[in-house]
């Protein structure tokens, strides 16, 4: 009987496997990359791709923000320590409290597959320290074909999606759009984002967080989107690709924050041109051009410190966009393949205060002053056969320029080479063996070099250099006729590793702010991953996946407190926990799969992860208690044409958090002893989604 192991919405496996014949399978996984099919129709509960990841590579860790628009790490690294495109496009967020990450800005209605890079191998991408994830989109096809869904799920979640595509040999065009809408879900205990903020604040000078009593229980969010995407084929050998993604978000509420966004939106065009079989010199040559923006005004409004109506609301507005062009030539050498690319990229981050009532004296501030930042790189990677070994060989060279609109700071010059090779050894047909030494780069962003707070105190540190990750990967492929296992290990070593120091503040008349918080520090990181999937019969299978990651810093890190109100005296403590922040412990996803026909699929999915028993305490981490989850997921072809899959998330409506709380974001705390609150998963969640295709 043939059938296809697939990737579950739990699977840590993530793997790429054809069909088979007697229950054998045949992995087709790129060694040091993860692959996640069918997104768009696996990924049915909501939009949010983070929540996907996480599920999917127990490497990936979720940062929750929200009900939506959540954050990942992939390797205990975020921010622009991971590179994430879109169509070969770079989305930035323009929230420097990451309430809208670059995963927020597509749905996984509108994704083919996802393509998860670990290490620093990707040198076609600046800045590619921890890894990337790389999506692609739907493509438009000739035949006519569309779709239109819905989906309900718990706390008053609704969604409605149509597509429709076709086209001729010549010109295809794809169509797509959504709506979508969420009360706020309800933790384990019962309580929404409003309730779980009165809880962690009541009685603290941290009170005036907490939501006003008419928009205690307003909606989560609300999310419309829009695809288009078109094909032209040119002639024989040359193809045109262009697409256009709009996304609008409205009133997000961030409940572990003290602001919510009032909108999210962004625009982003992506355009190729693909030339083959030009010459001997050129088997393909694709000229690739993107341009994202994004506008993201936060804002006190909702909140209990904002005043009756909101008479005293602050705004914090933000702006970003994101060009790029890549020119790549692949040249075909007898066996092997010699690629040369030229990569340039500008980004421009732009961000203001403005103040209503009491706080109208913040109007005008920068936060972020239009700061660009300007990259020019040359890339090349050749991939040869030598018997039975297989080598990768890729290096960048990186020319970097940041400029600022504040005339105190100088431009900021930044130049590095980043290189790395990958070697398989296939021993026989069934077992692999693998490893690679890469290093990558990725020069700080507006944030860490010039953030200004609201109170114009600076937590942002320009004299910032560069980070470098140098990293060794080591592992083993091998394939049974009934069952898949691979091991892999890592060590990678940060140098100038971007940091921030919760210590380093500033105290003025008006209080204590952060400053000149960010910092170069030199750690290590290590882990150890295990994928794999075990075959029971023709209907019956498991797949699983483990990570396992620790960090240290090389020293403990010095704060510095200046007391302005002293005369600006400073006061020294030396902190003493070497623990590296974001580095999730021990987890766990296992899945089991009964597959009973070509028309009834289902699956039992559990996520396990540990307690945090190394984490940063001298910068803002906290002990989190470990967790099981237990998800259950079924699909059934109604007809040919109507399929509906039924789920339920958190089972047993546990209480859990699965993001620690490192002051590199401003979170909210009690404003007495400095705890910062934890922000609680969904409780047991329900959802069905049906979906008419023609």
């Known amino acids: ?144 074909a569309g779709s239109v869904e819905t989906t309900l799920g718990s706390y008053g979640y609704k969604k409605l999606g149509a597509s429709v595509s076709g086209g001729t040999d010549k010109f295809k065009l794809l169509l797509t759009g959504s709506y979508e809408t969420s009360e706020q879900y309800k933790d384990g205990d019962g309580n929404t984002m409003a309730e779980q903020i009165q809880i962690a604040t009541t009685g603290t000078p941290q ?71 030009l010459s001997n010199f050129s088997k393909k040559l694709q000229f690739k051009a993107y341009n994202s923006k994004v506008e993201h005004p936060m804002s006190t409004k909702y909140r209990k410190s904002a005043g009756a109506n909101s008479v005293n609301e602050v705004i914090s507005k933000l702006t970003t966009e994101m060009t790029g062009i890549k020119v790549i030539n692949d040249m075909q050498i007898n066996d ?33 002053n239009d700061v660009d930042t300007k ?71 507006g944030r860490e070099l010039y953030f200004n707070s609201s109170m114009n105190v600076m937590s942002g540190t320009p004299s910032l250099d560069q980070t470098t990750n140098t990293e060794l990967d080591l592992g083993v492929e091998k394939t049974y006729e009934n069952a898949y296992i691979k091991v892999k290990t890592f060590y990678s070593q940060l140098s100038n590793y971007i940091y921030f120091n919760k210590g380093n503040t500033k105290t003025t008349a008006a209080g204590t702010f952060s400053n000149n918080s960010f910092e170069n520090i030199d750690a290590t990181i290590y882990g150890l991953e295990i994928n794999g999937a075990y075959d029971f019969n ?17 020293e403990a890190m010095t704060s510095k407190n200046i007391n302005a109100t002293a005369g600006n005296a400073v006061t020294l403590k030396q902190q003493t926990d070497k623990d590296l922040a974001d580095i999730t412990p021990l987890k766990i996803n296992l899945a089991l799969n009964y597959d009973y026909d070509d028309t009834f699929n289902s699956k039992i999915e559990l996520i396990h992860a540990q307690s945090w028993n190394n984490y940063d305490q001298d910068n803002g981490e906290q002990k989190l208690d470990g967790y099981n989850i237990v998800n259950l997921k079924a699909q059934k072809s109604l007809t040919n044409n109507l399929e509906m899959t039924v789920g339920v998330d958190n089972l047993f409506d546990k209480t859990y958090a699965v993001s620690n709380t490192y002051a590199d974001l401003i979170l909210l705390s009690d404003g007495t002893s400095g705890e910062v609150m934890l922000m609680n998963e969904p409780g047991r969640y329900i959802y069905a989604n049906i979906k008419y295709t023609f």
């Open 538 to 554: 023709d209907n019956t299978y498991i797949d699983f996946g483990l990570s396992y990651q620790r960090g240290k810093k090389d």
């Open 1 to 144: 009987m043939n059938k296809k192991i697939y990737i579950s919405a739990v699977c840590a496996l993530a793997i790429s496997a054809s069909a088979t014949d007697l229950g054998t399978i045949e992995v087709t996984e790129v060694l040091d990359t993860k692959i996640i099919e069918n997104v768009s129709k696996d990924e049915v509960k909501s939009a949010d791709l983070a929540e996907t990841l996480h599920k999917q590579v127990p490497s990936i860790n979720m940062i929750r923000r929200s009900g939506i628009a959540n954050d990942i790490t992939l390797r205990g690294q975020k921010r622009d320590n991971i590179t994430v495109t879109i169509d070969d496009g770079k989305v930035c967020g323009a929230c420097p409290n990451r309430m809208d990450p670059p995963t927020s800005h597509v749905v996984t209605a509108n994704i083919d597959s996802i393509k998860v890079s670990e290490g620093p191998f990707d040198v076609e991408n600046f800045g590619s320290l921890s890894g990337s994830v790389k999506i692609k989109t739907k493509k438009p096809t000739k035949d006519l």
């Open 207 to 277: 009170a005036g967080t907490q939501f006003a009593t008419k928009y205690k229980n307003m909606d989560a969010y609300t999310k419309k989107t829009f695809m288009a995407k078109t094909f032209i084929k040119v002639n024989d050998n040359q193809d045109l690709e262009l697409s256009l993604t709009k996304n609008e978000s409205d009133d997000v509420v961030y409940a572990n924050s003290k602001m919510d966004a009032l909108y999210d939106d962004s625009d982003i065009i992506n355009f190729k041109y693909t030339l083959n079989n």
């Open 336 to 368: 092997d393949m010699l690629t040369l690319g030229l990569d340039t990229s500008d980004r421009n981050w732009d961000g203001s205060y403005i103040g209503n009532g009491a706080k109208a004296g913040v109007t005008g501030r920068k936060s972020i």
């Open 375 to 445: 990259n020019n790189a040359l890339f090349v990677k050749y991939d040869k056969d030598i018997n039975n070994v297989n080598v990768k060989f890729g290096a960048r060279y990186n020319d970097s320029t940041i400029s600022t609109a504040n005339a105190v700071y100088s431009d900021k010059d930044y130049n590095s080479f980043d290189a790395n090779i990958l070697a398989t050894l296939k021993t026989n047909d069934s077992t692999k063996y693998f490893a690679g030494i890469g290093k990558a780069s990725r020069v700080p962003d």
